[in-house]
């Protein structure tokens, strides 16, 4: 009969639980930054029946 290694599993379950882990605060960051960037106002867009405004100097 063959003997289990418990390091090894102990590894194992700890690499898991590491990359788990990393996953979910990867995914917690993005989900912030994410909400961040919409939560920036931006101007109204001008209603149809009026025109344009003028392009603001130095933007392309």
């Given at each position: 009969?063959?003997?289990i290694d418990p390091l090894g599993v102990t590894v194992t379950a700890l690499l898991a639980a590491g990359h788990?882990?990393?996953?979910?605060l990867?995914?917690?960051?993005?989900?912030?930054?994410?909400?961040?960037s919409q939560a920036a106002a931006s101007?109204?867009?001008a209603p149809m029946h009026l025109p344009d405004p003028p392009p603001e100097p130095g933007v392309a």
């Amino acid at each position: 009969m063959r003997r289990i290694d418990p390091l090894g599993v102990t590894v194992t379950a700890l690499l898991a639980a590491g990359h788990l882990t990393a996953y979910i605060l990867l995914g917690v960051t993005i989900m912030n930054d994410a909400d961040r960037s919409q939560a920036a106002a931006s101007p109204p867009d001008a209603p149809m029946h009026l025109p344009d405004p003028p392009p603001e100097p130095g933007v392309a």
